[in-house]
């Protein structure tokens, strides 16, 4: 514990507190096809997953309730899931028992995966370590475990949302800038609901980065929700994520 960065702490604290609010979301996405984000866009639009995983080893960076495993399992995959919550992880372990799939469930800080070099075939994130870890840890750590070759998804916030948002009031994200988007890094959100810390980074900064670090860039999304009539969320409304970009999403491949 008192070797595990601060903001792995805060976070480990906000996402044990507020575990139980997840539990319906995970109960549901494990019964449902793969969909991304908050908008639930198709995998047919955005071709995160492999279609056929059979014989492949693979590693969910953030795991929470499993469904993502889950979805990978189903498609052929063994499946490793690490996540910084022993409660999100406790939820993840009921419903593998449930729908009897097996998963190897870790807590941890997937900043430092407990696994050797080039373990693993696949790795993801939709949330989880994107924004929650610092990606100048997680990335090189990823590519480590990583074989030559193999592919990484992720799904995030789109940076456009931080700098638009208010760090520390409970309010949607804005049609004003906010905060500099140039140098951002760790944000820290302090409210009365929530007292965490996120990671983002420039487009550039993470074009860079994946490209020093040793991943090719495959793909690259900024969605859009599709229907501005829909539910909001607390950090961003439906309309503005129709005008705008809420979510972004990258396809990698590891070089060599």
């Not at 790795?123 to 990606?135: H, R």
């Not at 193999?150 to 456009?160: D, I, V, W």
Request: hydrophobic share 40%; charged share 25%; net charge negative.
């Amino acid at each position: 514990m008192r070797d595990l960065p601060d903001y792995v702490l805060r976070n480990r604290e906000h996402w044990d507190r507020g575990a139980d609010e997840w539990i319906g979301p995970g109960e549901r996405a494990w019964s449902t096809q793969p969909n991304w984000g908050i908008w639930g866009i198709p995998e047919t639009d955005l071709n995160l997953l492999p279609e056929d995983m059979t014989g492949m080893r693979a590693i969910e960076l953030g795991c929470g309730t499993g469904y993502v495993s889950a979805w990978m399992a189903r498609r052929g995959a063994s499946c490793v899931g690490i996540d910084n919550s022993e409660r999100q992880l406790a939820t993840a372990r009921k419903l593998s028992a449930q729908h009897g799939i097996e998963l190897e469930l870790i807590h941890g800080n997937a900043e430092v995966i407990p696994f050797p070099d080039e373990s693993f075939d696949f790795a993801i994130s939709e949330y989880g370590v994107t924004i929650w870890a610092d990606p100048y840890k997680w990335v090189p750590e990823t590519w480590r475990v990583l074989r030559p070759g193999s592919a990484m998804a992720l799904l995030g916030n789109h940076p456009l949302v931080v700098v638009t948002s208010h760090p520390n009031q409970d309010l949607p994200a804005t049609r004003e800038l906010l905060i500099p988007y140039f140098g951002m890094h760790r944000v820290d959100w302090d409210t009365d609901d929530q007292a965490s810390s996120e990671f983002h980074l420039p487009i550039s900064e993470w074009m860079r980065l994946f490209d020093e670090v040793g991943f090719d860039v495959v793909a690259y999304h900024e969605i859009q929700n599709p229907d501005p009539a829909r539910e909001s969320w607390e950090h961003v409304t439906a309309e503005w994520a129709h005008d705008y970009p809420s979510e972004q999403a990258w396809r990698l491949r590891k070089r060599g």
